[in-house]
């Protein structure tokens, strides 16, 4: 059976529609409560977790790429793990931003209606609706920006999603019925090219997360058990980086062969090479 | 591929060989500025220095003309003053010497004008004697003399025997004696300031034509300067308009030297060599990276083919370790064979895109047009395959060969090709179709026919615009047709597009047939 | 070991059914192998097959058409698709037309026998894996 994503910029919206929908077709929810099995397993702070998804605002100070890009790393590679099983609604852990390219996943993207947030939000925190809605405004390119900066990918961009449910329009348990019939669709159904794509996917997360641990600059791709790995290196470099990369990848359950492929500053090169 | 044909190049004509490989380029340019520098200098700055001082040196002459001619006129007028003065002093003596006969007066007064009159005349002389002359002031002299020693006589006579004065014959003598004299002084004195007029007439003529011929010669002067001044810097502007032009047109060969000497504008050229060097940077820059492009787009569909062999590689082999026991020898070398076979396949179906993308230095060559039209057909093929479509290629037979460089040609044919894939429907054709061009002789047309949407009117003038493109945001840059139209220019051709709205577009390549690349621009 | 199953497979390259047959016939199937897609479409029409195996990218005809004529000449026929070029759009579509599963190339004979028995199993019949691991 099928994979549900859910993904919103209100994770209230999120938690609601996916645990409902979850129970009107019985699948399994999987969202932020993984995230403390994920840091112990990985021995990472929780709130450091938090932060690189991007739940919690993260101070300018501390926005270092290389320890986000390992948090993310270790969510994406334990995510997809979990989602194997299928039957499971996944929501609030970026997943939309990762699950790429798997026929069997649908992918929803829900469009909180904007006068209960603003309202909301004034409530909250005591301000005016005019306040609330610049607020709303700078978060929402805020998430933007981080999907970018952390996957590569633009949040914003609706050809990325399946189905996109304005609740501004549409009544939560009207979403709820439309994601049940969807997921009925045949073309949402798993196949064997499907599911090897999910491995596939698990697997490049799981090689690169370890990779990241000592390295930086890692892109993994992976198909049956092969892994190739791209990265940079200086010239002198090259020989150990590519030994040490082969046998951390090489430790990873499910890795049968590694390649390695090593960029050598080729910006830097092909300027020199033009001179 | 393209490679096969370097035995049969001609030698590139250096001078006039539009595609040059950028070090090439750099040479030609480094070439350029050295002969630009090895001129001698002759700065427009200094033109103007020197005739301006020439202005200055014509001025100062007429200057001193003037001035001495001035100088002249006062001398005139003071020796007319004295001559006067002489005049005057003689005048006077005369009328006291006419007193003296007619009524016995002193002689004393007489004699002292007549003193007077031979001192100013002495005191003068010096002053004058450029002007008297020695002879004639001798003459002067003398006269006066003359003249004094008669009176000087009479006073002797008057003063010892006053009674002689009372003798009629001796003093009626004495007086016309005298008279004569007389008459000789006022006549010479009245003689000077005549003649002395008449040359300060002259003199003061003079000095006006002085001043009308000095202006009129400092115009031609000023005159024949703007000329000069003016043509130098007016040819060399319009030569520069002239590269400027040629330069927009693609055209990038350097700036060589026109004149014998170097100047201002010499450093102008030096810029524009440089300025050329960094567009035919960019532009090599930006068709490597439409071909990077391209190559990106054959690269989905290669790896996508390239699963067939591999899968047959892949099942091939687990068979062969399932079944090892079981096969004949026969079989299993049947198996091997296939395993060989099949990675043939997997590395031609990669060396076609792997040869295009190959970065090799621009030459220009003989193009069998069919080799390199069917090599691009190959390139794409996946392309093609994978949307459904059916490509044909038609070649007129025995067309006569072109002349350039088969890359870039063919990174042209590739873009005409891709550009029609995607205006296909899934079932349609494309077709490739080389002929003679009917509208010029020696030339070829290479048509490149789909039946696909069609380009709408209100865009089609616009599409050979760098940046301009109908297809999706990331999926096209909008340079292919503008990179194409800049190769094809360079190979002296052009291209041609007709299209109707829901029946199709037909792209037309023309390319001259010569024995060399012929440039675009002549100069 | 009950009726063997009968399965058409279709690829115009001729390897993938000169070594795909053995494969299937180890596991007790009757593997009918066609590389031209319109007789492979004659032979459907003629009989029905337990299981269709067929390539999509074919230069006479589509894949997908086979599955629509397949899905129409007979519902219990369960397609499978192999293809070279796997893409996210394709797979759905597959899905979608009715496909029972859809399998990238290059793939190993066993994924493709484990397919089969999986196919087998939603017919009703049972497939002796076992006899193909049997040489390793």
Redesign the interface.
């Known amino acids: 059976m099928p994979i549900i994503i859910i993904s919103s910029e209100d994770p209230a919206v999120e938690e609601q529609i996916a645990a409902r929908t979850a129970k009107a077709v019985g699948f399994q929810t999987l969202g932020p409560e993984v995230l403390p099995a994920i840091a112990a397993k990985h021995a990472i702070p929780e709130p450091k977790l938090a932060e690189s998804l991007g739940r919690t605002a993260t101070p300018w100070w501390r926005r270092q790429a290389k320890g986000r890009q390992l948090s993310l790393a270790c969510v994406e590679a334990e995510v997809l793990d979990r989602l194997a099983p299928d039957n499971i609604v996944c929501w609030g852990l970026g997943a939309h931003l990762y699950v790429l ?3 069997h996943a649908l992918k929803a993207r829900l469009l909180p209606d904007p006068a209960r947030q603003i309202e909301a939000l004034a409530g909250q925190r005591g301000v005016s609706p005019q306040k609330a809605g610049k607020l709303l405004e700078g978060a929402r390119l805020k998430r933007a920006q981080w999907a970018q900066a952390a996957f590569g990918q633009n949040e914003m961009d609706p050809s990325m999603y399946d189905l996109i449910i304005n609740l501004g329009q549409i009544d939560p348990d009207e979403a709820v019925g439309t994601l049940t019939t969807a997921v009925g ?5 798993p ?4 599911i ?2 999910l491995a596939d996917l698990a697997l490049a997360a799981k090689v690169k997360a370890k990779l990241l641990r000592t390295m930086n600059d890692i892109r993994v791709q992976a198909r049956d058990g092969k892994v190739v790995v791209t990265s940079k290196a200086l010239q002198r470099e090259r020989r150990k980086k590519t030994a040490a990369i082969k046998s951390l990848a090489g430790e990873v359950p499910g890795v049968n062969y590694v390649e390695v492929h090593l960029i050598n500053y080729v910006i830097r090169a092909a300027a020199e090479s033009f001179r | 591929m393209a490679r096969d044909a370097t035995s049969l190049s001609e030698p590139r004509d250096g001078q006039n060989g539009n595609i040059q490989n950028i070090y090439d380029r750099m040479e030609i340019i480094g070439e350029a500025r050295r002969a630009l520098l090895a001129r001698k200098r002759f700065n427009v700055k200094t033109q103007i220095f020197i005739a301006n001082a020439i202005v200055f040196a014509l001025a100062l002459g007429v200057a001193a003309v003037l001035i001495a001619s001035i100088y002249r006129i006062q001398r005139r007028i003071e020796f007319l003053e004295f001559a006067n003065e002489l005049t005057i002093e003689i005048q006077q003596a005369r009328r006291y010497e006419k007193n003296f006969f007619l009524y016995r007066t002193n002689l004393d007064d007489a004699l002292e004008n007549i003193h007077a009159a031979q001192e100013v005349f002495i005191t003068n002389a010096e002053s004058f004697a450029s002007l008297l002359g020695y002879s004639q002031q001798q003459t002067v002299l003398r006269q006066l003399e003359g003249y004094t020693d008669r009176l000087e006589e009479l006073q002797e006579i008057q003063r010892k025997s006053p009674s002689k004065l009372f003798d009629a014959v001796f003093m009626g003598n004495i007086e016309s004696q005298l008279r004569e004299k007389g008459k000789d002084i006022i006549t010479m004195a009245q003689g000077l300031m005549g003649k002395e007029k008449v040359e300060l007439t002259r003199t003061l003529q003079r000095s006006i034509a002085i001043h009308m011929l000095s202006l009129v010669v400092l115009l031609v002067v000023l005159i024949i300067n703007a000329y000069l001044l003016g043509t130098r810097i007016a040819t060399v502007l319009t030569r520069f308009s002239s590269y400027a032009q040629r330069i927009a047109a693609g055209d990038f060969t350097p700036i060589t030297p026109r004149r014998h000497y170097r100047d201002e504008f010499t450093e102008l050229a030096l810029a524009i060599n440089e300025m050329i060097k960094e567009l035919a940077n960019r532009e090599a820059a930006l068709i490597q990276t439409h071909k990077m492009r391209a190559i990106g787009t054959l690269t989905a569909g290669v790896a ?5 062999p ?7 082999a ?2 062969l ?6 096969l004949s020898e026969e079989e299993r070398m049947s198996m091997l064979k ?1 395993v060989a076979d ?1 990675t043939t396949r997997a590395k031609h179906i990669i060396g076609n895109l792997l040869d295009f993308a190959r970065e090799s230095a621009a030459t220009i060559q003989t193009l069998e047009l069919e080799k390199l039209l069917r090599d691009t057909i190959r390139l794409a093929e996946n392309q093609v ?2 949307s ?1 479509i059916k490509i044909e290629l038609q070649v007129t037979q025995s067309l006569p060969a072109i002349h350039g460089d088969g890359q870039k040609l063919q990174q042209v044919f590739l873009n005409l090709i891709l550009n029609a894939v995607d205006a296909s429907t899934k079932g349609s054709k494309i077709q490739v179709i080389a002929l003679p061009y009917e509208k010029a002789p020696d030339h070829v047309a290479i048509k490149v026919v789909d039946y696909g949407h069609g380009i709408p009117r209100h865009v089609i003038s616009s599409i050979f615009d760098p940046f301009f493109t109908t297809k999706a945001k990331g999926h096209g840059t909008g340079l292919g047709l503008s990179v194409s139209q800049g190769i094809i220019a360079k190979h002296g051709g052009k291209i041609l597009v007709n299209s109707e709205e829901g029946s199709g577009s037909i792209f037309t390549v023309v390319l001259p047939v010569t024995t060399f690349p012929k440039t675009i621009h002549t100069f | 070991m009950s009726a063997s199953l009968e399965i058409l497979l279709l690829d115009d ?1 001729p ?2 059914g ?3 047959k ?2 299937l016939a180890k596991i007790g199937c009757e593997v009918e192998v066609f590389q031209d897609p319109i007789a492979a479409v004659a032979r459907i029409k003629q009989k029905s097959f337990d299981i269709v195996v067929t390539d999509i ?1 074919m ?1 006479e005809m ?1 894949g997908m058409q086979v599955l629509e004529i397949v899905r129409e000449q007979s519902p219990r026929t369960k397609v499978i698709m ?7 759009a394709l ?3 597959a ?2 037309k ?2 029972f ?11 493709l026998r ?2 089969i028995a999986k196919a087998a199993e939603a017919l009703g019949s049972k497939v002796d894996f076992s006899a ?2 049997d ?2």
């Open positions: 390219g798997i026929s669709y045949r073309k949402f159904q196949m064997t090219y499907s090897s794509s | 996508h083919e390239l699963n067939n591999m899968n047959n590689i892949m099942l091939t687990h068979m370790m399932e079944e090892n026991a079981a296939d099949e395959r994978m459904g | 390259e390897i993938v000169k070594r795909l053995p494969a990218r230069d589509d192999i293809t070279g070029y796997a893409m996210i797979a759905r579509e899905m979608e009715g496909a599963d859809f399998i990238a190339k290059p793939f190993k004979p066993d994924d484990k397919v193909a691991n040489n390793n």
